[in-house]
């Protein structure tokens, strides 16, 4: 039963740091992989501002809407912008 328990707590540590080395993946890889990228909330106005500003100035910006992801990934992806932008 302990062996049990010790290898189901070690099986989702595992998949935790998957998912946060995936998520660090992810926001790396799209900002280099663009001019411009914009992490918005489609809800949240001055995300909408942004994107106007780029819209006049005639720039096209990758948009990751992030509120349309998946739930588990927006608190991750919010904090790995929060602690290296």
């Known amino acids: 039963m302990a062996t049990t328990t010790r290898l189901s707590a070690m099986l ?3 998949v935790a740091v998957f998912l946060c080395w995936a ?4 926001v790396k890889n799209t ?7 914009i ?8 995300c909408r501002r942004a994107k ?3 819209k006049e100035l005639n720039q096209v910006p ?9 739930v ?3 608190n991750k ?3 790995r912008l929060w602690k290296n932008y």
Not at 23 to 26: L, N, R
Not at 39 to 46: E, G, L, M, R
Not at 62 to 70: G, K, S
């Open 12 to 14: 989702m540590i595992m």
């Open 31 to 37: 900002i280099s992989s663009h001019k411009i990228v």
């Open 62 to 70: 990758h948009i990751v809407e992030i509120d349309e992801r998946d």
């Open 23 to 26: 998520k660090a993946a992810f």
């Open 39 to 46: 992490f918005s909330k489609s809800y949240c106005p001055y």
């Open 77 to 79: 992806i919010q904090l």
């Open 52 to 54: 106007a500003v780029f």
């Open 72 to 74: 588990a990934p927006l």
